[in-house]
């Protein structure tokens, strides 16, 4: 995975784009909080997925198709949690639900970027699990790899109230994502840049700010 880049000065009044990609439980939104705090507009990749499958939007339907009406809530909502369990479970499930997820999310995250702009903000975040996958990585001009220790990252799952075994079925799901970023990213010419987490609060903060000031203050003209 590439190292620390030198940004390339940005015409005045277009936002950087920084994409924030990893594993679960590495922190990605907690590093995506504080850009916020320092002015980014923050896009949330899986929160538009939830809008894109809501009732009334074109996923829902598509989901159920493909999926069966097993996966219907009583409220009328999609099960998510009955929903991972099988997708964490069965690759080729989880490759079928993206690829009706992927192409509805995308649009939106390019019209969100669109409206950054019109607005000043000094710089945009996407925050995407499968940033690459989903076809994400080419709108950025950076993506940072968020990553942290199997200890780190089982410590924090199990924190958030997952059960061991669902979060080593999402740990599984997701191997082998920083080689398919960095292989992704290389033929776009988009740098790719680890940030690691392991460490305290205050230690991974002061990276994030160190690289909010390259990118985004050196980026300016």
Not at 43 to 60: F, K, L, N, S, Y
Not at 116 to 130: D, F, L, N, T, W
Not at 196 to 206: D, L, P, Q, R, Y
């Amino acid at each position: 995975m590439a190292g620390q880049h030198v940004p390339e000065p940005r015409p005045a009044g277009r936002p950087i784009v920084i994409g924030l990609t990893g594993p679960i439980g590495c922190g990605k939104s907690t590093v995506a909080a504080w850009l916020g705090e320092c002015g980014a507009v923050v896009i949330d990749a899986d929160r538009i997925a939830r809008g894109v499958t809501a009732p009334g939007e074109p996923g829902h339907d598509q989901v159920l198709a493909k999926f069966g009406e097993r996966f219907r809530g009583r409220d009328g909502t999609l099960d998510r949690a009955a929903l991972a369990r099988l997708v964490f479970d069965d690759e080729a499930a989880l490759r079928e639900l993206e690829a009706i997820v992927h192409p509805l999310v995308r649009p939106r995250i390019v019209a969100q970027l669109g409206d950054a702009g019109r607005v000043g903000a000094p710089a945009v975040v996407v925050e995407a699990i499968k940033l690459v996958e989903g076809g994400l990585g080419e709108l950025c001009d950076v993506v940072w790899f968020v990553h942290c220790s199997p200890e780190a990252q089982r410590s924090r799952l199990t924190s958030r109230g997952l059960e061991v075994e669902d979060g080593a079925r999402r740990i599984n799901a997701q191997a082998g994502i920083s080689e398919r970023a960095s292989a992704g990213l290389s033929a776009g010419r988009v740098p790719l840049e680890p940030l690691e987490t392991s460490g305290s609060k205050e230690e991974t903060k002061a990276a994030v700010m160190a690289r909010w000031n390259r990118w985004v203050a050196a980026s300016e003209k």
